[in-house]
């Protein structure tokens, strides 16, 4: 039977919105509250809405009522902080699963290019329902960071990299694309980040916002792209070798027992 899909994404797997133009109060997203939860570099979580309503970033798949990515329990301490940000992730009128604002401190090109992922967030989700998707907005104004998605996670050829000024809005197959964040300088960067269900609600809102599937990347001099990749070469060699070596030290002990 196969997912209900957003044409919009089909193409490229993102699509870029028009950039969000009214104030928010930083109140909205420093005084909620984090917990420490490493993914894709030096991070820590504030949750809105989670698997069980508690202040925790756990996979909606484990846990005592275990489901795809949809229907997040909003969390009425930290929403009743961040009424705007709730607002935003309500508007579409899509399902929401998890809804969390990322904290993340500054890394380089190399450190986004190693910490590349693909999402997990169909897991358990029942064939014919809607694909879980991605929403990220931008709320500090990091006017030299970029967000970098890749159809393979070592192919630079077709990178793709957004940039991140307050206010920008992306949707992203987060599945499908590898995925992370540039952020130099030095302060952290937040940015809500919410997982809708695919369908008629999100096409909508993808319309009314003007959706784009294709962006000129942020510009990047080649050189520093050139050592970025050189850099991710280097680093995930040493991890496999470092796995493959502790891989071998676990079935010496498995063949000893
Ligand atoms: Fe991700």
């Not at 940000?85 to 890394?107: F, K, S, W, Y």
Request: charged residues 25%; proline residues 5%; negative net charge.
């Amino acid at each position: 039977m196969g997912y209900i899909k957003s044409a919009a994404l089909e193409e490229t797997g993102y699509v870029v919105l028009d950039r969000y133009n009214k104030e928010i109060d930083p109140k909205e997203w420093l005084d909620i509250e984090y917990v420490d939860w490493k993914s894709s570099g030096d991070t820590r979580f504030a949750p809105l809405a989670s698997r069980d309503g508690e202040i925790e970033c756990a996979g909606f798949w484990s846990g005592k009522n275990p489901r795809t990515d949809k229907d997040g329990i909003w969390i009425d301490s930290q929403t009743a902080l961040a009424p705007t940000l709730t607002e935003r992730a309500l508007e579409p009128g899509a399902n929401v699963g998890r809804c969390r604002i990322i904290e993340l401190q500054p890394n380089t090109y190399a450190d986004c290019l190693y910490n590349l992922h693909q999402d997990d967030n169909n897991r358990l989700n029942p064939d014919g329902t809607g694909w879980v998707v991605r929403g990220f907005f931008n709320l500090t104004d990091d006017k030299d960071s970029y967000f970098v998605l890749r159809e393979n996670r070592t192919d630079p050829s077709k990178e793709t990299r957004i940039a991140l000024p307050a206010g920008a809005q992306l949707i992203v197959d987060t599945q499908r694309l590898w995925h992370a964040a540039t952020h130099p300088g030095n302060d952290p960067r937040y940015c809500l980040i919410t997982s809708w269900t695919s369908g008629p609600e999100l096409d909508a809102y993808i319309e009314k916002y003007n959706g784009v599937n294709h962006v000129d990347s942020y510009e990047v001099p080649q050189d520093q792209l050139d050592a970025g990749q050189a850099e991710q070469t280097r680093r995930l060699a040493a991890r496999a070798a470092a796995l493959a070596a502790r891989g071998q030290a676990e079935q010496t002990v498995m063949s000893e027992a």
